[in-house]
Nanobody, 124 residues
Framework: QVQLAESGGGTVQAGGSLRLSCAGS???????FGWFRQTPGNEREGVAS???????DYADFVKGRFTISRDRAKNITYLEMNNLQPEDTAIYYC???????????????????RGQGTQVTVSS
């Protein structure tokens, strides 16, 4: 059974930073890891993705502020979030896509496997 576990969420003031971690392994058939977020009453939206070859993709609203990276030796995927704003408040989920080679960030909410999420709250 695939298990993904997010950590690192919390409450910060606007302009602050957080680093989210996702514990989950890259299997022989894994091509993408991604992050998406959701707020009550809103659709899930892709935030960032990273492909097997290291290529990254970002939603326009986080470009220049968020960075996705990975440590394959530790089986951890990170989301470094800087200059956080109140509109970034959401539950952030880690997701994994197997078998499919393309990793567009907008599809991160539809990757097959996801974790339980971690809350990020940004106060003004």
């Amino acid at each position: 059974q695939v298990q993904l576990a997010e950590s690192g969420g919390g409450t910060v003031q606007a302009g602050g930073s957080l680093r989210l971690s996702c514990a989950g392994s890259w299997e022989y058939n894994t091509f993408c890891f991604g992050w998406f977020r959701q707020t009550p009453g809103n659709e899930r939206e892709g935030v960032a993705s990273i492909a097997l070859d290291g290529e990254t993709d970002y939603a326009d609203f986080v470009k220049g502020r968020f960075t996705i990276s990975r440590d394959r030796a530790k089986n951890i995927t990170y989301l470094e979030m800087n200059n956080l704003q109140p509109e970034d408040t959401a539950i952030y989920y880690c997701a994994r896509r197997d078998w499919w080679r393309l990793c567009p960030v907008e599809e991160a909410p539809r990757y097959l496997y996801r974790g339980q999420g971690t809350q990020v709250t940004v106060s003004s």
